[in-house]
């Protein structure tokens, strides 16, 4: 027996109307009040620090699965 899976929430979106809902993500805040448009070193560090945690986080993974 087949399970039939229904089309819901994007799955079920035409790729324009996707498309069309993606896109006001970008365009819900103005350039000039977002904070790494302003400020290109709070974008510099909070790239380092994500990148210092998905590092960490791998190693800890690796380390258990080790174990």
Same mark, same amino acid.
């Given at each position: $027996? /087949?399970?039939? %899976?229904? @089309?819901?929430?994007?799955?079920? $979106?035409?790729? /324009?109307?996707?498309?069309?809902?993606?896109? $006001?993500?970008? %365009?819900?805040?103005?350039? /000039?009040?977002? *904070?790494?448009?302003?400020?290109?070193?709070?974008?510099?560090?909070?790239?380092?620090?994500?990148?210092? @945690? *998905?590092?960490?986080? @791998?190693?800890?993974?690796?380390? @258990?699965?080790? %174990?």
């Amino acid at each position: $027996m /087949e399970k039939i %899976k229904s @089309k819901r929430g994007f799955a079920s $979106m035409s790729p /324009e109307r996707r498309a069309a809902i993606a896109s $006001m993500g970008g %365009k819900a805040v103005k350039p /000039e009040n977002r *904070a790494f448009a302003r400020d290109l070193g709070l974008a510099s560090s909070a790239g380092r620090k994500g990148g210092k @945690k *998905a590092k960490a986080t @791998k190693a800890t993974k690796s380390a @258990k699965a080790g %174990k």
